[in-house]
């Protein structure tokens, strides 16, 4: 009898990151879904395997360069890896290719959308073509030979290419795709359905041969992804990261990590092309016709039929806020939960606008991780400082991506006059706080917002995460130590209520792990409920095997990376995980312990990954209202009750969806959660009415 594989202790990051990708996919391939919403889903898709590829598989590129006796010291195979990588994407592209050709657009055609190529257009589209082609492209585009022999053309990071060969010539043509000047697609003038949509590519295909002297032969995308090497910082620290760095030379910066191709491409262009760029084997990433599925995000929708999106659900007011003469008067109060993206984001610049026109409100501190490129956050903050506050703010310069806008409205807002302060140097900070100080009977009051979220009106609408906002001076006192910290003003927070990363929060979740396990090892009840973005930290992971040895009951809901091996005998059957993927992306992070039976919540900023824990400032803040407390418990227990968009996490990595039993209701948790919070909100006003 053949002996059955031994599961790893942990499983490896970037296949659960994938596994993550995947559920993804699905909702392209629900079709409960809206069909544009499954096309969104597609395009989800397809950014994020973008930045997989430009972070993650160039981190591990980077290991591949490291001799092997160094390679072997940090216990490393990114050969085998990138091998797993490679094929697992692969999959998964031909299952989008298929969702794609063969579902959805058909499900579009029905509904008297069709996206056509070239070859399909009538002579009336081929008349518009090209006026369009002649008026809006012509201009944008400059083609260029590439000669046999000749030193490559440097292709910039994500941009849409074309490759023409020609007949009976070894050199090839060069077209950049214009899709960042012009709209990826282009809609045929109709007076109603059917309605005609073609790619911008298609445009271009058509009328190819205008700028070429030579006969064009045929004509194909490519699309190359770039080493993002000013981001293996985020990923690796310490010696590991020196280690690194020694071992790397200065050509590696910006080398290809991916080369996505048309897959109907003719092999012998191909192969001049791997020539061309020095294209390894596993560079190369078949794909379809078209690339960048990104763009999907802004397909048009000339039917304007609401059927094809998910139903409207408005941000709602929140029942303490909306009708408010002073957001501070009633944060004094009484502290308040705000829930996005269920409740408006308005409350937020608001509150800053009031802090920056009272005059007993001294000084204003806020950090800004993720700046929205149209930020009332930002500019309520410029208000307060022409009101003549101090507004201190600090700004992650180092955020992911968004590095170019957090700088630009850093520059702002120290013309306005605000105190700006930039990253450290090693570590990042991912904190979510504001603090208004007022003076009250001579003396200075905090009024503190502790939150799962960036100040970002736009994610806002899209992200799920909670925010307290609260007068305790405890809390208060608290996170003017962490602005202290970030002010460096002290090197080190005293902290007694919230937890601060890199110094008390990952020991103080260990000693809330330890004290489950000791319950349960005495015979009593003993649980955890925990919710967060990622699991990946090995250490972390361990203590919550020890939990499940010793019988401590966990319930895990983690959205994206989750390295923990759940219902394994002997090491982890006592733990269950799920993942919500659904219309609004999951993002707060939720710590509850059973606690004897009087449960202990922290909500916070930190997953438990090795960068949170160890190279991050983050925040963890309890919830001390019994009103509040109530609140999110409620919350996370319609998550534990999702029957329609929670997949199972197991060791098969199949993300099987958890379904309904016989004669059990439906729960979807989003929705749920806005019905929530509309009762809370319509409850709650009409006991003050």
Known sequence: MEKEKELPKYVSRDISWLSFNHRVLQEAQDFSVPILERLKFLAIYSSNLDEFFRVRVASLRSFKELRKPTRKALKVKPKKELKQIRKIVQEQQETFGQV?????????????????????FSPEQQAFSRQYFFEKVYPLVHPSYIEAEAEAPFLKNKHLYFIVSFMEEEKLGLIEIPSQELSRFITFPSKGAPYHI?????????????????????IHAIKMSRDAEMYIED????????????????????????????????????????????????????GARYHNFNDFFGFPDPTNNAALHYPDLPPLPHPAFEAADSLLAVIKSKDQLLHFPYHKYDYVPALIHEAAHDPDVVTIKATLYRVASKSAVVTSLMEACEQGKEVVAFIEAKARFDEASNLFWGKELEKAGAKVFYSYPGIKVHTKLLLIDRMEDEKRR?????????????????????ALLTAKQKLGKEVNQVFD????KVLVPNTKHVLVAPFTLRQKFEEFIQEEIDR?????????????????????????????????????????ICCLQPGVKGLSENIEV????????????????????????????????????????????????????????????????????????????????????????????????????????????????
């Open 485 to 488: 910290l970030l002010e460096r």
């Open 235 to 286: 990923e690796y620290a310490g010696d590991l990261l020196e280690k690194i760095k020694q071992g790397l030379d200065e050509r590696n910066v910006g080398l290809p990590t991916r080369f996505l191709y048309d897959s109907a491409m003719p092999a012998d262009v191909l192969k001049r092309l791997r020539k061309l760029f020095k294209l390894s084997k596993n560079d190369l990433i078949p």
């Open 578 to 689: 799920i993942s919500i993927v659904d219309r609004f992306l999951e993002h707060a992070r939720v710590y509850i312990f059973g606690n004897g039976g009087e449960e202990k919540m922290y909500v916070a900023s930190a997953d438990w990954m090795t960068r949170n824990l160890y190279r991050r400032v983050e925040v963890a803040f309890p919830i001390h209202d019994t009103d509040l407390f109530q609140e999110i418990r409620e919350i996370i227990d319609l998550q534990l009750a999702d029957n329609s968009k929670a997949r199972i996490i197991n060791t098969a990595q199949d993300n099987t969806y958890k379904k309904a039993g016989k004669g059990e209701a439906i729960h979807r948790a989003q929705v749920d959660t806005y019905e929530y919070c509309k009762r809370k909100s319509t409850s709650l006003s009409s006991m003050e009415g």
């Open 520 to 560: 349960a090892k005495a015979g009593k009840e003993a649980y955890m409920v925990l919710k967060m973005n990622s699991l990946e930290n090995s250490h972390m992971i361990d203590r919550l095997y020890a939990a499940s040895q010793a019988g401590v009951k966990i319930k895990l809901i983690i959205r994206g």
């Open 198 to 218: 073609t790619f911008l590519d298609d445009v271009i295909r058509n009328h190819c041969q205008e700028w070429f002297d030579l006969p064009v032969e045929s």
């Open 446 to 466: 905090h009024y503190a917002y502790l939150g799962t979220g960036n100040f970002n009106e736009k994610t806002a609408k899209i992200y799920c995460d909670h």
């Open 100 to 120: 794609f050709r063969s579902d959805i657009l058909p499900s579009l055609e029905r509904l008297g959308i069709h996206l056509i190529k070239q070859e399909d």
